[in-house]
């Protein structure tokens, strides 16, 4: 897009301040590691000790899953498709309250009962160490959020280019080395700080922008009755010449939303809160800016429709919401809504970046491949600072011009994460019987159904893949159970004795 | 073979009703939208009623189901959520993390 100079200065002036914030948290939240680490580093590199209250848990949750897709992609296709678009996206709303209430205090009980600072830590504990589980789930956990990292640096990257005009080489370096330089510094307290922040930066961006765009289309009858004069379809849950049928929809509520369960990234934050208070505190609040964001970003891509007629050669629906922002808003102000979506993107880096690094480090280093360090907090401290740093710098090199490898696995990751996850961890919280052997049936089973059912048979039924993969991962994991012996008798008491 | 038997923690009580009343609420969320987003908006959109400006059906299933549901989690963590101690009791007979 042509911007003038001024008009640049006025949006950077915002957004640099914006930038400049989360950096100071991560340097705060250095300090805070760097007096507890002495005594217990990874449980404060990695999981902040714990310690967070209701509203941040809460804004924590939601900033780490609501991603590029809801600010930029989903408003995109609300764009075309209409308000069915918008009833796809309120599958959504419960994940808050299904993620902390299903996981939540089970989940807090058991991680303190056997001293857990990652869920792998958990599911080792729970399958009684056998080592192909944790290698198989890390492995998955690895490969896909990578990816994952790898997809939103270049959403990022785009949207930076797009809204600054800086040459998306730049953009990726700035946008990039920011998340990089406080997740490494500040580790896991500095990613839920830093959401917390971003959480709020995005639900005062989506309540001002939908106002604004309710105002400047004449008010919802009259946006409405043009959308209609449109195309009537757009009006309907169907969307535009059925694009959304009922099962394909239907089944959002397994990918979007009980499948969330399966996220580690998500499931990790029902592990990191103070008490029973915070927690369902943060029930409600999450619930609500869950609801506040889905339907609000969603609704606005639908209206705008009525107000950004024309998408300008070159973009795609995917800039509706930088278009409307600089159309609705003045620069300065044009500048923090569109902190916005970046703090969509950087809350679900961070978080998946501070998870890996603790995958490899805690997971695999210090079980497998090198126990001594454990002892040597100095040690441990610069191995996981080093590590977090260079996966980042890896996921930046790649997003330069990501290799047709990582696109492909990318289609995959969301679903990937959970075929590898959902099972095993709802199971092995709340079924006794279950075991190391149904574990990796249902993880293999998963993965490789999941992507082999994505490929020959994309819609199964008229739904989405997830579902029926989810569906035979637990028929593995059953099978699997009950024709090998149950876990061993001090791994159910360890779990659920007193 | 004799099962060796020990003490189930009696917390577990307590979150599985947490769990159970999750499931519900759940549940009910998706009928809620199911039935209101197909059973009003099925018919073709000139037939369409008309609430606070949205057509009837994306009025009650996308937004009063956000604000009645938000409402009801309100309620049902109130009621049925128990503020209980989170750390491991063997911490809390050391003098540990307890309160």
């Known amino acids: 897009m042509n911007l003038s100079s001024s008009y640049l200065i006025q949006l950077w002036i915002p957004l640099g301040l914006y930038l400049l914030i989360m950096l100071y948290i991560g340097f705060y939240s250095n300090r805070v590691v760097s007096t507890v680490s002495k005594r217990n580093f990874l449980g404060e590199y990695f999981l902040g000790n714990r310690n967070f209250g209701g509203y941040v848990l809460a804004m924590t949750l939601v900033a780490t899953y609501v991603s590029a897709s809801s600010f930029l992609g989903g408003p995109g296709t609300a764009y075309s498709q209409g308000l069915g678009w918008v009833l796809l996206a309120m599958t959504q709303l419960p994940t808050a309250y299904i993620t902390l209430g299903i996981l939540g205090k089970r989940f807090a009980i058991v991680s303190r009962k056997v001293n857990a600072v990652t869920i792998i830590d958990v599911i080792r504990e729970r399958y009684d160490n056998n080592p192909l589980v944790v290698w198989i789930a890390s492995m998955g956990a690895i490969i896909f959020l990578i990816v994952a990292v790898v997809g939103q640096f270049v959403g990022g990257a785009k949207l930076f280019q797009t809204i600054t005009g800086l040459p998306y080489i730049w953009g990726l ?30 639900v005062f961006g989506t309540v001002v922008i939908l106002i604004a ?50 996220l580690p990234q998500n499931a990790i934050r029902a592990m990191a809160y103070k008490d029973s208070k915070s927690m369902h505190r943060a029930i409600i609040i999450g619930t609500v800016v869950s609801g506040v964001l889905m339907l609000g970003l969603h609704l606005t891509g639908v209206m705008a429709r009525a107000i950004v007629t024309e998408i300008p050669q070159g973009l795609t629906t995917d800039n509706v919401m930088p278009l409307l922002a600089m159309r609705l808003f003045p620069a300065w102000f044009a500048g923090i809504f569109l902190a916005a979506p970046l703090a969509a993107i950087m809350s679900t880096v961070d978080s998946q970046l501070i998870l890996i690094s603790s995958t490899i480090v805690k997971d695999l280093y210090l079980n497998y491949i090198n126990p001594k360090v454990n002892d040597d907090q100095r040690k441990l401290t610069s191995t996981s600072m080093i590590i977090t740093a260079l996966l980042g710098l890896i996921a930046i090199l790649a997003s330069i011009k990501p290799p047709s490898l990582i696109i492909w696995i990318n289609l995959y990751a969301f679903g990937g994460l959970e075929a590898t996850f959902f099972w095993m961890l709802i199971l092995g919280l709340y079924w006794k019987r279950a075991n190391a052997a149904g574990a990796i049936a249902s993880m293999i089973t998963g993965i490789v159904s999941f992507i082999v059912i994505s490929r020959v048979w994309p819609r199964p039924f008229g739904t989405h893949p997830i579902v029926l993969t989810l569906i035979l991962g637990l028929i593995a994991f059953l099978i699997a159970t009950y024709a090998t012996k149950p876990p061993k008798e001090e791994t159910i008491e360890k779990f659920w004795g007193v | 073979m004799e099962k060796k038997t020990f003490k189930e923690d009696p917390r577990y009580r307590q979150t599985n009703k947490e769990t159970l009343s999750m499931v519900i609420l759940l549940i009910a969320n998706i009928i809620w939208w199911y039935v209101f987003a197909y059973g009003l908006g099925s018919r073709p959109p000139e037939e369409y009623t008309y609430i606070m400006g949205f057509p009837a059906w994306f009025f009650w299933s996308c937004i009063v189901s956000f604000v009645l549901f938000s409402i009801l989690v309100w309620i049902v963590v109130s009621v049925v959520f128990k503020d209980i101690p989170l750390d491991s009791f063997e911490d809390e007979k050391k003098g540990g993390k307890g309160k």
């Open chain 1, 173 to 202: 370096i700035l946008f990039g080395s920011i998340v990089l330089i406080y997740t490494t510094v500040g580790g896991f307290r500095a990613v839920v700080l830093t959401d917390a922040v971003q959480g709020t930066i995005m």
């Open chain 1, 213 to 262: 765009t309710i105002m400047a289309g004449g008010g919802i009858s009259n946006i409405m009755h043009t959308l209609k004069t449109i195309n009537p379809d757009l009006l309907t849950p169907y969307g535009v010449d059925n694009f959304i049928a009922v099962p394909w929809i239907s089944s959002y509520w397994v990918l979007v939303c009980i499948g969330i369960l399966g």
